[in-house]
Nanobody, 126 residues
Framework: QAQLVESGGGLVQPGGSLRLSCAIS????????IGWFRQAPGRERESVSC???????DYVDSVKGRFTISRDNAKSTVYLQMNTLTPEDTAAYFC????????????????????WGPGTQVTVSS
């Protein structure tokens, strides 16, 4: 049974850092593309970052240079390192997975993800 569980969220001051983790079970992480999404109240869900099963990564423009996605296959975990956080980063963050060889599109931001975690809250405030 496929499961994804996020952790690492919390309250942080502007300019601070957090590292989110997405622990994956029930399938082999090596063959899956993993995405990080966020949704703030009253806002549409947006794709923040994603890592292809091949290792290729992508980021939404607003987080480029500040966020880094990575994968540790041995730990079945995907990370999102978030630096220089701003209040605009405040949102519920979700990780999601899709079987890599079934995807199609110019970017993993465009993929239809099949499996989702319950989310973890990130709040950036003074």
């Amino acid at each position: 049974q496929a499961q994804l569980v996020e952790s690492g969220g919390g309250l942080v001051q502007p300019g601070g850092s957090l590292r989110l983790s997405c622990a994956i079970s029930g399938f082999i992480i090596d063959d899956y593309t993993i995405g990080w999404f966020r949704q703030a109240p009253g806002r549409e869900r947006e794709s923040v970052s994603c890592i292809e099963y091949s290792g290729t990564t992508d980021y939404v423009d607003s987080v480029k240079g500040r966020f880094t996605i990575s994968r540790d296959n041995a730990k079945s975990t995907v990370y999102l390192q978030m630096n220089t956080l701003t209040p605009e980063d405040t949102a519920a963050y979700f990780c999601a997975a899709v079987f890599g060889p079934t995807t199609y599109g110019s970017s993993c931001h465009e993929y239809e993800y099949d499996f989702w975690g319950p989310g973890t809250q990130v709040t950036v405030s003074s």
